[in-house]
């Protein structure tokens, strides 16, 4: 089992004005193969109008570990919100 | 279609000393019904009983498929012949997407699919059974698929976040499977007096097995407490195989057909059905690979992986050919 074939990602476009959603993997030689297993697999009933595939391999993770110093930071800085903001009821269009 | 876990699991308690702190916000999260993702930190027990429980419905969706395959070519007509071809591609599909589910958590595929084939792993006793006549699929879309949906539902809110957002995929496609099965059991049920008795041999025969499904009484499944408090499996087994009993007797009624059980009856009281021993020691045989059609499954299996290797060489030798003239 020393040949296996590479994982590819998959993102789907369920139509036209959405962007492409990841919605699972498939192993594949090649390119094309990843692209035509993603058809066969992904989207039987209708669910896209384009596909795209990229090699597993390529794509570059943040790590859970280092969620706190990446993403806690946006937690007080509520001033990023138009809610922080009091604006009297009278005022209109704001 | 789906498995439940049969293996004997041991090392469902044993969490390392250091692991402690992170072992205590993993169990905070799953019982606050968070979701677990793959590069978040988990117990190697809770890992090794998702492999274990997803590749063993993997294997279960993709052996599915032999059964039904039995019959493709002879099909009544082309109609049901689409039919079928479609639910069998959906059961790949849905291999498909459990087999990436449990790559996620460090196992490639190729390892899960010799685990299969030194049968190391596990998949569904159901499909250990022969399809006799063509009222067995049906019997398996209507009864099988029925089980399996049952099975299914629940694990949408399962905690590890890929077999959550497979399964959802799978349940969407799944009810398909069913409502042909019943609309092909009705047409035999309502057709020739041959047809409908076609029609109760086939109920008869996947009856019980389907019961089976839903794994052993809870009293004799040890580790269902610990993957319901992991949230890996959120009813009992047999809770599901009630409520499964309760939906399905009122539709074989409307088929006009006689669930093959004498002890079956309505329990005013219990406001559900009563229904008869199941025989346990052939379900622990068929688990144990002593299925009618065991042997020919694997042996069909191995023989798919085997005699198709040269096209996986070709495809990676082409690959490796190609991208190497690219480099040049």
Known sequence: MTNALPLWEVFVRAKNGLAHKHVGSVHAADPRMALEAARDVYTRRMEGVSLWVLPSASIIASDPGESPSLFDPAEDKIYRHPTFYIVPDNIKHI | MYTVSLSPETDLHIVAADDTQRNAVFEAKVADDQFIEPKDWMPDAYRKTLIRQISQHAHSEIVGMLPEGNWLTRAPSLRRKAILLAKIQDECGHGLYLYSAAETLGISRDDMTEALHQGRAKYSTIFNYPTLTWADMGAIGWLVDGAAILNQVPLQRTSYGPYARAMVRICKEESFHQRQGYESMMVLAQGTEGQRRMAQDALNRWWW????????????????????????????????????????????????????????????????????????????????????????????????????????????????????????
């Open chain 2, 209 to 328: 097995p389907s019961l089976m499904m839903f794994g052993p009484p809870d009293d004799q499944s040890p580790n269902s407490a610990q993957s319901m408090r992991w949230r890996i499996k959120r009813d009992s087994n047999d809770a599901l195989r009630q409520k499964f009993v309760d939906v399905t007797v009122p539709q074989a009624q409307a088929l006009g057909l006689t669930i093959p059980d004498p002890d079956l009856k309505w329990n005013e009281t219990r406001n559900a059905y009563d229904y008869g021993a199941i025989d346990w020691a052939e379900f622990h045989a068929v688990v144990r690979g002593e299925g009618p059609v065991a042997k020919e499954r694997l042996a069909a299996r191995i023989d798919a992986w085997e005699s198709n290797a040269w096209v996986r060489d070709a495809a990676l030798a082409h690959e490796a050919k190609r991208s190497q003239r690219k480099a040049a």
